[in-house]
């Protein structure tokens, strides 16, 4: 039995007591995935950002806001974890300066300046020992060149390649693949088939083969 980190959901950026940076991420992959980790007998751990759904009872749930927030969540979590399947979609800008009070209309333009946050996925694996992971990436251009791009900066051990169709949606449609490059499926569907398909591979050239 493995004891799996699953990040899921969005998270947010506030600029203001009210108004934050976001995606339409739902949750509802990083659900099925957690569902099918339990199926399988393992123990799943969900940091997940804000979502109007619940997680399976089996799995313990961490909910968070932030990226800054899911970053620390993780780095707490994911030492005592054989592996990480990194589904969520944390923002990835955030503001310069919060305001402390509602920023009030002018008229004006209102300009904002944002940095980077956090790459979570690559921090964990500038610590990973003996764990596995495997993150998803979405992308719209050049998307096979992207993906290799993230899985070697990340240090992960394969990457699910998804589009824009998928947020909030409840089909999708994937490709794995490997350290190698190699394309290990495609699958596609309901987010819960998918889910399924893609922990099948997840234990069948990952966990079998970690301590």
Not at 77 to 105: M, N, W
Not at 127 to 138: D, E, G, N, S, T
Request: charged share 20%.
């Amino acid at each position: 039995m493995a004891r799996i980190l699953i990040t899921s959901g969005p998270t947010r950026q506030y600029l203001d007591p009210v108004r934050y940076l976001t995606n339409a991420s739902s949750g509802r992959m990083g659900r099925a995935l957690a569902a099918a980790a339990l199926e399988g007998g393992h123990e799943v751990i969900v940091v997940s950002g804000p979502v109007d759904l619940r997680y399976p009872d089996g799995a313990e749930v961490v909910s968070v806001v932030s990226t800054e927030d899911m970053l620390d969540a993780c780095l707490a979590e994911f030492p005592r974890c054989d592996g990480l399947i990194g589904v969520a979609a944390p923002c990835d800008y955030r503001p310069v300066q919060v305001s402390t009070q509602k920023i009030a209309k002018t008229g004006e333009p209102l300009m904002l300046h944002l940095v980077e946050t956090a790459d979570i996925v690559a921090a964990l694996g500038t610590i990973k020992q003996l764990q596995w992971m495997v993150a998803f990436a979405l992308e719209t251009e050049d998307v096979r060149m992207r993906a290799m791009q993230k899985l070697e900066r990340k240090n992960c051990d394969m990457i699910v390649l998804n589009g824009p169709a998928a947020i909030h949606a409840a089909d999708t449609q994937v490709e794995i693949i490997d350290r190698s490059g190699n394309s290990v499926a495609h699958l596609a569907g309901g987010k819960e088939m998918v889910a399924q398909g893609i922990f099948r591979v997840i234990e069948e050239r990952l966990i079998r083969h970690f301590p």
